[in-house]
Nanobody, 123 residues
Framework: QVQLVESGGGLVQAGGSLRLSCAAS????????MGWFRQAPGKEREFVTT????????YYADSVKGRFTISRDNAKNTVYLQMNSLKPEDTAVYYC????????????????WGQGTQVTVSS
């Protein structure tokens, strides 16, 4: 089993930055595709970004492309999400997820989920 714990969320003004972390325990995630999803109030959870096990390939939702960057440090069993130029519409609970079969943009591709961290962007 893999346990995922997100941190780094908070309140930030529009145009600001935040860096989310996802620390894994229980098992190494070095061979897992990892992803970030988010869920805004009253909306379904949506894909944000994913990264392959070796960090060489990443995919982003169009809404965050050019502003968000996913990265990983397999030695630390941790995945990061750098969020720049934040907008009020980025306000959501952000979830980290792990996929044993590789990077994916669908929730069904993920085996493990964190509890989420709140990101609030004020205008």
């Amino acid at each position: 089993q893999v346990q995922l714990v997100e941190s780094g969320g908070g309140l930030v003004q529009a145009g600001g930055s935040l860096r989310l972390s996802c620390a894994a325990s229980g098992r190494t995630i070095s061979r897992y595709g990892m992803g970030w999803f988010r869920q805004a109030p009253g909306k379904e959870r949506e894909f944000v970004t994913t990264i392959t096990w070796n960090g060489k390939t990443t995919y982003y939702a169009d809404s965050v492309k050019g502003r968000f960057t996913i990265s990983r440090d397999n030695a630390k069993n941790t995945v990061y999400l750098q969020m720049n130029s934040l907008k009020p519409e980025d306000t959501a609970v952000y979830y980290c997820a792990g996929a044993s079969l590789g990077a994916a943009d669908l929730e069904t591709g993920y085996d493990y989920w964190g509890q989420g961290t709140q990101v609030t962007v004020s205008s």
